[in-house]
């Protein structure tokens, strides 16, 4: 699953010291933007990146931190997939009005996160059960850190279209940062049926900020009777997912002072096609999932208070490929969303593109029987 996440969020609803409206936000076009990957070597990993991806074996995966803390989904998945990508998180400490962000974080941060995730679902070995309903992750994140590409993205494309006012960088960091990633989840059916019910914990450690974390949820239980039953496709229903997470903090050499301990509640609903594999894994034909998130934070301002976030996050997927954004406007959705903040993800399955075309090649022609 070829990941690309632009995020950026604007950290909780406390804003203190008013100042004068900023419109100085470089304007960036084609040719910078292309200047950018060429000289961050981007376009070379990438394609390195994909080659190892479809050599790799059956996976699914997680969004690297600090993505989740940013507003986008944290459900684990509940398939096998195989996941590179480009991951944007950006934070600003100032919004679109000149009003100043309430943390001990002064400048831009804009993390271009150009990762590789490995997970896999484990079923029976040999004679063995210990591994059965039991997942794996290992991801692994590398960011040249910069002001670009999430300021064009946040300004010359979401507040540009929604006729915002454009949020303006504060020393934005240029340096090389990186990330690494694992969980440990186990998975229970409920009654006789797929696999809903999840429990674990995981950790991400690197430049940034370290973190351990435990986590329990539901995820896309049937809400609803099937509206539509297609025996290749799967049936059609709405579907509801929950989640809970703890987790427990550290300072990296990004973010100097985080809160030691952060809450996490993220409910979800969903309407999609979904078929259920032999193993109990859901997997969605095609989705449209929104979500909400309330967090008690990871910054804090100068006297040691955490800033809460309160998110909301959009997905939508047709078989291998799926669109997700998320942003913390949550509650002032109608009103206005000036910054600090901003985020999408736009991630292309690459093990379930592989499935489909070695279905399509053992599929026998009308000319030509399948061999018995």
Request: net charge neutral.
């Amino acid at each position: 699953m070829i990941r690309i996440i632009f995020a950026s969020a604007r950290q909780g609803r406390q804003v203190i010291q008013h100042g004068p409206l900023y419109n100085d936000a470089p304007v960036v076009d084609r040719t910078m933007m292309a200047d950018f990957w060429v000289r961050k070597g981007l376009a070379p990993f990438l394609s390195t990146l994909l080659v190892v991806v479809l050599s790799s074996s059956p996976v699914w995966s997680e969004s690297p931190a600090p993505s989740v803390h940013w507003g986008s989904m944290a459900f684990p998945d509940q398939y096998s997939t195989a996941t590179g990508g480009l991951i944007l998180n950006r934070f600003t400490p100032v919004d679109g009005l000149g009003n100043k962000y309430d943390s001990t974080v002064g400048n831009t941060l804009g993390f271009n996160l150009i990762t590789l995730s490995w997970t896999k679902h484990w079923e029976y070995s040999g004679t063995s059960s210990l591994w059965k309903n039991w997942s794996t992750n290992l991801t692994a994140a590398y960011s040249p850190t910069a002001d670009e590409p999430s300021q064009y993205f946040q300004n010359k494309v979401v507040h540009q279209l929604r006729q915002l006012p454009t949020v303006p960088t504060v020393d934005p960091r240029k340096e090389t940062d990186v990330m690494i990633d694992g969980s440990l989840t186990r998975w229970f059916p409920l009654w006789d049926g797929p696999k809903i019910i999840f429990a674990g914990g995981g950790f991400s450690v690197g430049t940034i900020y370290q973190q351990g974390f435990l986590r329990a949820g539901v995820r896309r239980v049937p809400i609803t009777p099937t509206l539509y039953h297609s025996k290749t496709w799967g049936d059609v229903s709405f579907r509801a997912s929950a989640l809970g997470r703890i987790s427990y903090q550290a300072n990296g050499a990004v973010l100097h002072s985080v809160r030691s301990t952060a809450g996490l509640v993220q409910p979800a609903i969903a309407f999609g096609q979904y078929r259920t594999t032999a193993h109990g894994e859901t997997i969605p034909t095609w989705e449209i999932e929104l979500a909400l998130m309330w967090d008690s934070g990871i910054f804090v301002n100068t006297t040691g208070q955490s800033q809460k976030q309160f998110a909301w996050s959009l997905a939508a997927s047709a078989g291998p490929v799926r669109f997700e954004t998320w942003n913390d406007s949550m509650g002032h959705l109608s009103e206005r969303d000036y910054g600090p903040s901003y985020g999408a993800s736009l991630t292309l399955d690459v093990l379930r593109v592989w499935n489909i075309m070695q279905e399509f090649r053992s599929t026998p022609t009308s000319e030509q029987p399948a061999s018995s």
